[in-house]
């Protein structure tokens, strides 16, 4: 039997008496840290801190990879500008989907893809696969262990955050993001999608800095009632905003939800970009 996978964060859940892990697809993630009903309330009244490194994250860059995505996804990639992420699909040529995935722009032909855990390799496998010879100005990587990636959730998510970046995150909007934010004396990509139905940020950075995110955070929360919470027991695929995944569980009516299990797809695609050609 394969050992199980642990994040980057695993050594500090001993910090916390009743924190308990479960295997949770592969990864040894926890169920509990404090308690289920107090980190329920926590993330709706409050804030939660959530650790959803287990997540993947792939970077596509160089000359045609905005077309690459357009054929593999299907959202319009085009729509994007710096700085702005959608919620899209990937699917077979049957309509079954492969995964459901956020992709960040972060600058001119340079993306981040953010994909299910249980699909990584999957899902890299399939991008390979397509990267075909009209693609050859493609760079694909996958830097998905080098990557943690923290969730700060909850109504006082904005309140905290502040108290730990200069970044002006009262601006970010919805499905935005700073690729270079420096928080808790950290450099992070600071994204504000969201997945439990409240208000919430992102955070990515590289796995040496996990204890001074983790610690710094929720020293600065601590005095709003910031408690962390446990990823397993909430979320199915942490950090996307899938309908499929988490929506049966939070708010499906809410507007962030409204707007993102409607967007998945652009039915204005163009029809030249949008053909999957296998």
């Avoid at 919620?87 to 299910?116: A, H, I, K, W």
């Avoid at 990584?120 to 050859?136: A, G, M, R, V």
């Amino acid at each position: 039997m394969d050992a199980l996978k642990r994040t980057p964060f695993y050594s500090l859940y001993s910090a916390y008496a009743e924190a308990r892990c479960i295997d949770f697809g592969g990864w040894e993630l926890p169920v509990q840290f404090t308690g289920i009903v107090k980190e329920h309330e926590a993330v709706r009244q409050q804030a939660g801190l959530f650790d959803v490194s287990h997540m993947g994250e792939f970077m596509v860059s160089g000359s045609g990879s905005e077309a690459f995505l357009q054929k593999m996804t299907t959202n319009d990639v085009s729509r994007l500008v710096d700085g702005a992420a959608q919620y899209t699909l990937m699917l077979y040529p049957n309509g079954g989907v492969v995964d459901d995935l956020l992709v960040y722009r972060l600058g001119e032909e340079r993306y981040m893809l953010v994909v299910n855990a249980s699909n990584i390799d999957k899902d890299f496998q399939w991008l390979q696969e397509h990267l075909t010879p009209e693609f050859n100005g493609v760079s694909l990587v996958n830097v998905s262990e080098d990557t943690l990636l923290l969730a700060l959730q909850g109504p006082l998510a904005e309140t905290i955050l502040r108290e730990v970046t200069s970044a002006n995150v009262a601006e970010l909007k919805p499905f935005h993001f700073i690729e270079k934010a420096e928080v808790c004396d950290a450099e992070v990509l600071l994204s504000r999608t969201g997945y439990t139905g409240e208000d919430g940020f992102e955070l990515y950075a590289p796995a040496d800095t996990a204890a001074a995110l983790w610690n710094g955070l929720l020293a600065a929360g601590a005095p709003h009632g910031l408690t962390p919470a446990a990823s397993a027991r909430a979320t199915r695929s942490a950090s996307k905003p899938s309908c499929r995944s988490t929506a049966r569980s939070c708010r499906q009516t809410s507007p962030r939800w409204k707007r993102a299990c409607s967007s998945s797809s652009s039915w204005t695609k163009p029809t030249s970009s949008a053909r999957m050609r296998w």
